[in-house]
């Protein structure tokens, strides 16, 4: 075997020296993962849910810097009242559950999106989000950024919007604009660029997700419905980013 590749069981070996820093996942598939065994699509979002604490538990033992999910979309609103219901009901269970396992193991919460403009009657849901970034905002291990009520454009033009109240109040000259004081106005502010973006299900495209922090990273996407995405299913993804040749513009 060499530095990285299978060994003889067939399991994967990553070489940790190549692992991306910042992993961002669109976890797609879980409705018709639940459809193909005649169940109703909440039932998919919840063994979506097991797949998620797995890719977490595994991210972490990796030593990954950071992992930013696709959790719920402004989009995402326009689903049925029942299938809405069920995610936000799998939110609320997940960081009243996790919370204090994910603060023992020193993860980080950041959500990323506008939670302070969800709809009536998720007031739990945003207490509960609240208190997870509050509870673990010193924490110094994995970097966990759940994208929630999120949506690339909106955080773009809330950016530039921020930035304008900046030049507004006389704190920066138009001409000072760049890309580090655009960049802080993002959600992603002060995390390491996402290098690698994976997308299960088969589907090929962004979905609104991370559209500036993208620039540069590595796509992967896999057939394998969100639910089926274990560790092996990761660990395949990963090592096709340690072989990956990044350039960067360059040649
Ligand atoms: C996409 O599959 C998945 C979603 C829109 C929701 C993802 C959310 C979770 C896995 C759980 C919630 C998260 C937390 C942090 C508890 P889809 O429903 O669009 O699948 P389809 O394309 O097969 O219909």
Known sequence: MGLFGKDETGSVQLDRALLPRHVAIIMDGNGRWAQKRGMPRSFGH????????GIIRHSDDLGIEALTIYAFST??????????????????????RELDELHRKNVCIRILGDIGDMPKGL????QALYAAM??????TGLKLNIALNYGGRQEIVRAARM????VQAGEIGVDDIDMAHFEAELYTA???????MIRTSGEIRLSNFLLYQLAYAEFYQTDVLWPDFDENAYDEALLAYTKRNRRFGGV
């Not at 919840?46 to 604490?53: D, H, M, N, S």
């Not at 007031?123 to 945003?126: A, G, L, M, S, Y």
Request: charged fraction near 35%.
């Open 75 to 96: 989009e995402n609103w326009k689903r049925s009242a029942e299938e809405v219901g069920a995610l936000m009901g799998l939110l609320l269970e997940y960081f009243t």
């Open 134 to 139: 509050e509870k673990t905002r010193a924490n």
């Open 163 to 166: 930035l304008a109240r900046k």
């Open 46 to 53: 919840k063994a979506g849910v097991e797949a998620l604490r």
């Open 123 to 126: 007031e739990r849901q945003q």
């Open 190 to 196: 002060d995390l390491p660029e996402v290098d690698f």
